[in-house]
């Protein structure tokens, strides 16, 4: 498929996995499926907790500016990092939050998905909460295939965790294709204003 | 016998030329370095510097080389530089707070003519500052840090390729031309990641410094020769090899001549001039009928690609030379240029360090705009389009 520029970011609160989630994103489109990416971050000097982003740009191009433009994804695993990263959409992009841990959302476009909940389900652990999100944006991005997906997990995580975030993605996944995408408003600018 | 044979089999597991990695700016810098031959690292860990010691310190190994976690910045670059003189390729990596640690052993490594390369990762500063995010105030002390009249060479690099390829280059012409070179990295850079093959072995050109072929009798450390850069000996080879921060006359040892400390001084000079035309590096963009340029480094540059992209296809003719080599400054490129354009805007993250010297070799060929952002953000390509848009 032929791209300019994929913009996704990913945000939450830092130790909730976010930059390992864009790595394993941005490991799929790039060397799994063969793009251009670009993944950056930003964080506080904290450790634990402070707000935490990172982004990835996918192009069939060189990627001249390596940071987000025009957002087609976002990610918010809480509300602190909803309110503040939430900025730069396309008027189609699409917005997946933790339902459990955010209550607003500024666009219409928001899919509301209990990640957290269901990491602990499927593996008794909120650790690979991070995952089970990641499972959904991938589903829901066109770029990637889920076996490229599941791939570059495999490939990324620690071996003998291969299991149980193999089991988190499939739960992301299972959880995205549930949703009704077409419940959503196809852009948040009113069709009659997009004619202009 | 047995420690080369498994020293060899180590190689062969991490074959990694000709692979594809998703890799961080900072991990390529290792990986760089490795290729050029770097086989001794000193640092001491800093925010956003730490994954190049972090790589160095379980690459190095499997390449027979050593790393070394020293207790300051301060030992990292003496440990750096006594290595170096051993004849093997070493390098350290900082970040702000280091590098003004470093500056003294730095100048002792430009008196000594000592080979090596000091990587400093740029964030926001003075002192502690922004840890973990962007800047590029320290342009200005990578060139004049240390004290003394000093040559030094200063590069910057702006996407992850460079990372790999300008590492390489810096420790060639580092090398070549015996002395320290600096390069300027930002917390952008670092910690970036972008897909890249790591070039083949063959592929790569590598430089390594010329050694005496004289018997070790007749040798003088820093005789001068036509390229100025006196041959040099690794030290425990039986060649006499005085080191010493004074001023030192042919054989290294101090001296108070003024005749053989004026030789030794511009000799240090020449040795850099002579060779602008491989130090200086530029890489343009849609310069031909640019009438509008920008001049940028390091991060900015990636952003001012896209903004340049964009004035062109608003029918703007706009330009872009990006400085890979920031000190001796590429003068003849960027006046050349100034000759055709209307005028230049040098986008920086600090309030005109560059734009500075832009500015100094101007003389009135050209107006020259800077634009500044110093709160620990990147400048995007609307802010440099913006500022294209205004002239």
Redesign the interface.
Known sequence: MDVDRFEIRLSGSGGQGIILAA?IL??AA??FEGY??????????EARGGRCKAEVVISSRQ?????A?QLDMMLAMNQASCDAYCFDFKPNGLLLVDSGLVEQVPTSRAVFLPFTKIAREVAGKDLVANIVALGALGYFCPLLTNKNLEAALTARVPPETVKINSKALQAGFKAAEEFDLNSLPRSIIPEEEEEI | MNAIQTGEKRRMKHELNGK???LQGNEAMAEGAIAAGCRFFAGYPI?PASEISERMSYRLPQVDGTFIQMEDEISSLGAVIGASLAGVKSMTATSGPGFSLMQENLGYACMTETPCVVVNVMRGGPSTGL???PAQGDVLQARWGTHGDHPVIVLSVS?VSECFSITVTAFNLSEKYRVPVVVLSDE?VA?????FTIPTADSIEVADRIVPNVPPEWYKPYEDNSRGVPPMAPMGDGYRHHVTGLAHDARGFPTERPDEIEAFSNRQFRKITNGFFEIQITKKLTVEDAEIVVIAYG?VA??A??AV?MARSQGIKAGLIQLVTLFPFPKNTVVNLMRQCKAVIVPEMNMGQISREVKRVNTGLTEVYKYNRIDGK?I???EIFEEIQKI
């Open positions: 790595i941005a490991e790039g060397i251009h990416v670009s993944q950056t971050q930003s964080y506080g000097p990627i001249d500016y390596p940071k433009v | 594809k990695f998703l925010t840890p973990t995010s996407s952008v910690h970036s990641r972008e897909t991060s990636r952003s690609r896209r992209a990147l995007t390509p609307m």
